[in-house]
């Protein structure tokens, strides 16, 4: 069974600092991982994903991620936060093939100071 | 175009009632799936419909909840009389068929149970 544990239940910073949210995982096999956000009130949207292409992913709202097997880490970054970046964002795997339920971390909310 | 629709947005029941949650999947999506959100469980699977197949009910926490999917659109979730630790969010989400493919969410569907 693969899990995904999210470090940090809530993360603070300062606008335009650097964001650092933790995720590691946990899986018998090469895992897919994700990161969705969800905004108060708003439904989850997907900000980027790995899926055993290029370790270092790419997503929206200038937002990346890095995954390290040999950490069993898949960490979200963003070079400068903005103030809309306030959310509630989920590191997430997925099953196999056939079996594609996806399994969610608890969560890491975001707060930015202005 | 029209993402996934759910309704009611919201739902009050009383406790021991049933409820009957809706799921417009986006066209074309073959794989439609149910996950709940709730204060003390985080989100978490319930089921899983992929075309024709026999669904995965592996996540539904009793059996007093079941779904269906009628012709391969249209989902139902069913609450049969309800409890107060029913009372989450819950969300549906779709996909193309194929592996790989980004689940999208609908808005969710918030029950409280008095």
């Known amino acids: 069974a693969q899990s995904v544990t999210q470090l940090d239940s809530h993360v603070s910073v300062s606008e335009g600092t650097p964001v650092l949210l933790r995720c590691n995982y946990s899986s018998s096999y ?7 956000v ?13 899926t ?3 370790t270092l992913v790419k997503g929206i709202n200038g937002f990346e991620a890095e ?3 040999s950490e069993t880490s898949f960490h979200l970054t963003k070079p400068s936060a903005h103030m809309s970046d306030a959310a509630e964002y989920f590191c997430v795997v997925r099953g196999l093939f056939g079996n ?13 100071i202005p | 175009g029209a993402g996934v629709s759910q309704s009611p947005s919201n739902k009050v029941t009383e406790k021991g009632k049933d409820v009957e949650l809706r799921c417009d999947p986006i066209s074309g999506h073959t794989a439609l799936y149910w996950y709940r ?17 026999a669904p995965d009910k592996s996540g539904l926490p009793s059996d007093r909840f079941s779904a269906e999917r009628t012709g391969g659109s249209v989902s139902t979730l069913t609450i ?14 779709s996909s193309v068929q194929s592996f790989g493919n980004e689940q999208f969410f609908g808005p969710g569907t918030r029950l409280t149970v008095l």
């Open chain 1, 100 to 112: 594609e339920k996806l399994t969610f971390g608890t969560g890491t909310r975001l707060t930015i």
């Open chain 2, 80 to 93: 049969q009389r309800t409890q107060q630790e029913d009372s989450a969010v819950y969300l549906c989400a």
């Open chain 1, 52 to 54: 055993s292409a290029a």
């Open chain 1, 67 to 69: 995954f390290k097997k």
């Open chain 1, 38 to 50: 969800q905004h108060p009130n708003k439904g989850l949207q997907l900000l980027l994903k790995y």
């Open chain 2, 37 to 53: 959100q709730s204060l003390g469980q985080g989100l978490e699977f319930l089921i899983y419909f992929q075309g024709n197949s």
């Open chain 1, 30 to 36: 090469s895992p897919s991982l994700f990161w969705y």
